[in-house]
């Protein structure tokens, strides 16, 4: 599966159940990426969605243990089992399997991972709660793609970069 995520300069990602930043056309970026495929996330990234509706075109994969969370138009699963039975039974054959977040998803489905589009924003922000895996730390991943600095309309400076797994 591949990720999708956008970090800080410390790998983190959010506070208090919503982003770290907000950046115009990373959301463009992230929107064109995901478009037509499926995505994997945790109950609580689905709930920081705008509304907490599905985005459109995209198909929903939300894991949550809670017997009591169901959304119209969003398949929750209670296990890696559930969803590869689910994406093994429904998945079209050009449709890419995207994790989209948060930290707890993230962390638990690393091993799934073969690239990552990542948005790297070159500061330090001082609130936060969650964090994604350092792949700068990891050696099992290489950066194998980055794109010319940005700055946004704000003044933040990034970058995005894709991660692949290295080949055993
Ligand atoms: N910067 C970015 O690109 C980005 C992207 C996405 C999210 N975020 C941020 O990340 C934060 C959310 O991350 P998070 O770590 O708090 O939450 P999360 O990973 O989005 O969701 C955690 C929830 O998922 C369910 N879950 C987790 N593991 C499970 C498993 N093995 N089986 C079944 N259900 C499981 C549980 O829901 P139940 O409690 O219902 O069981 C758990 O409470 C927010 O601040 C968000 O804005 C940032």
């Known amino acids: 599966m591949e990720m999708i995520l956008a970090v800080d300069r410390d790998w983190h990602i959010g506070y208090k159940g919503d982003m770290l930043f907000y950046i115009h056309e990373d959301l463009a970026r992230f929107k064109e990426i995901t478009m037509g495929h499926i995505m994997v996330m945790g109950k609580n990234t689905f709930l920081s969605l705008p509304g907490s509706k599905p985005l459109p075109g995209r198909i929903h994969v939300v894991f949550s243990r809670d017997e009591n969370f ?71 991943f290489t950066i194998t793609w980055e794109s010319e600095e940005k700055t946004d309309p704000s003044g933040l400076e990034y970058v995005y970069r894709t991660y692949e797994r290295n080949r055993q």
Not at 84 to 109: H, M, T, Y
Not at 117 to 137: G, M, R
């Open 70 to 140: 169901k959304v119209p138009g969003v398949v929750v699963v209670r296990s890696e089992e559930e969803m590869d039975a689910w994406v093994e039974e429904n998945r079209k054959p050009d449709q890419k399997v995207f994790l989209i977040g948060g930290g707890s998803l993230c962390n638990q489905l690393l091993h799934r991972v073969n690239k990552a589009h990542i948005t790297y924003v070159d500061k330090a922000f001082p609130n936060y709660d969650t964090a994604l895996p350092n792949l700068d730390q990891n050696p099992d």
